[in-house]
């Protein structure tokens, strides 16, 4: 005789799981997207290309602009910015020489503020990226399985105990 009595407890656990799994897969996603927001913006701040702080607070999940997409294992992140040179400072660009970029200097650091009397001119070079964005995928790639792990096991729990 085969016993089954715990079947129809299981078969009960299954489908209310079943019914969770579409919005906890939305609620890891969104975690890691907010996850990934924040290494982003840390390494923004450790390259130390940021004077204006309007790159750094111009991130967010689902952006339209600037778009990068993340995949971890099946599920897409798609990471928007509204500043249009956020590619120039994580890929580095070429300055169009004669241009004048107003602003000011202190010591060796030069903050651009737009309208101002005083600045520089550009002269013709390349200026080397960042790479920030690359180095936050980096991060991420080693960082959220484990996070993504854990919330995983955590519906398990919920569910199976």
Not at 15 to 31: M, V, W, Y
Not at 69 to 80: A, N, Y
Request: charged fraction near 25%; include cysteine; proline fraction near 4%.
């Amino acid at each position: 005789m085969i016993e089954i009595s715990g079947l129809k407890e299981f078969e009960q656990k299954c489908n209310r799981a079943s019914q969770d799994i579409k919005p906890f897969a939305g609620e890891c996603l969104q975690e890691a997207g907010e996850e990934f927001l924040d290494i982003v913006q840390d390494e923004i701040m450790a390259a130390g290309n940021l004077d204006t702080r309007l790159l750094l607070s111009s991130f967010s999940r689902g952006g339209a602009d600037n778009v990068w997409e993340l995949d971890f294992g099946g599920l897409t992140l798609t990471i928007g910015t509204r500043v249009k040179y956020a590619a120039y400072v994580n890929d580095g660009h070429r300055q169009t020489p004669g241009r004048f970029v107003p602003g000011a200097w202190s010591g060796d650091r030069f903050t651009y503020i737009p309208g101002a009397k005083t600045g520089m001119v550009l002269k013709a070079s390349f200026v080397p990226g960042s790479h920030y964005f690359d180095k936050a995928s980096e991060t991420a790639e080693r960082m959220l399985p484990k996070v993504i792990e854990a919330k995983l096991q955590e519906w398990l729990q919920r569910y199976f105990g």
